[in-house]
């Protein structure tokens, strides 16, 4: 039993080397990226890989949703030691269910800034330099079409879809957008993100639309329709979901991109 109580202790204490080991080489990074970059020092398709390898090299007794949590909360400190910055919150979906998804997704040293509805949280991050905003996949309270904000090429746009390791029993199951602005070549565009506005909505167009894409719906009086947040998967394009809504007798009136982020990695529930 001592034996095994060293071993421990040898690894806590190998494990806390490398972090700090870690800490040293993010301090040579910041100054690397201080001339370098602007916006959000996150790095949506890098952190989706690093997310990717460790649930496939995962075995043993400890639960996945202890390491995934352990990660994110390593991956977010060190981002925010790189370029500090805070978590604004949209907690009209529900205030618990909010706080969960942020403190697992980004731990406590990461501020945290609630906001009651979709739009405060919006504009916070399009005046800030790189704060994330956090707001759930299905949010219409109270703001409506919250998404149109993101239509501007300055405006921030979604560069992340949370939980991003996808299970049945996921600890912070909530589905969230996560709003920023991050350099070009770090966004994550498997799954593109489109504000869209259609005349003639209906049951129709929205059954046709719900076979090929995720989406939210809110009433758009200017076309007398709705307004659209859809997600279209790899592989399906917006000609595609415009033929869709055609055929379903709508009319597509514009369309703008305002985001993209990784495919959800799905693993089994245990």
């Given at each position: 039993m001592g034996d095994l109580r060293k071993e421990i202790d040898r690894i806590d204490e190998s494990m806390h080397r490398l972090l700090m080991e870690r800490g040293d080489i993010i301090d040579r990074l910041i100054a690397v990226k201080k001339s370098q970059e602007t916006g959000s020092a996150f790095r949506p398709m890098r952190e989706a890989d690093m997310m990717r390898r460790l649930v496939q090299r995962h075995k043993g007794i400890l639960p996945l949703d202890t390491v995934e949590s352990i990660w994110r909360v390593i991956i977010s400190t060190f981002t925010y030691?790189?370029?500090?910055f805070s978590v604004h919150a949209d907690l009209s979906a529900g205030d618990a269910l909010m706080r969960d998804s942020a403190?697992?997704?980004f731990g406590f040293t990461v501020p945290f800034i609630p906001h009651m509805g979709a739009a405060g949280v919006v504009e916070a991050v399009s005046t800030s330099k790189g704060d994330l905003g956090l707001v759930a996949a299905a949010s219409v309270a109270g703001d409506g079409a919250w998404w149109n904000a993101l239509e501007f090429d300055a405006a921030p746009k979604i560069i992340a879809r949370l939980p991003f390791v996808e299970r049945a029993d996921h600890p912070a199951a909530l589905p969230?957008?996560?709003?920023?602005?991050v350099a070009a070549d770090a966004m994550a565009t498997e799954?593109?993100?489109?504000?869209?506005?259609?005349?003639?909505?209906g049951s129709g167009p929205a059954e046709a639309l719900s076979m090929l894409a995720d989406f939210v719906a809110v009433p758009d009086r200017a076309f007398d329709g709705a307004a659209l947040l859809v997600t279209l998967p790899h592989g399906v394009s917006l000609d595609t979901i415009s033929a869709a809504l055609v055929k379903a007798g709508a009319t597509v009136?514009?369309?703008?991109?305002?985001?993209?982020h990784a495919t959800r990695y799905t693993v089994a529930a245990k």
């Open positions: 030691v790189q370029s500090p403190r697992f997704h969230v957008f996560v709003i920023s602005r799954a593109a993100v489109w504000s869209i506005r259609v005349s003639g909505w009136r514009s369309s703008a991109l305002v985001g993209s």
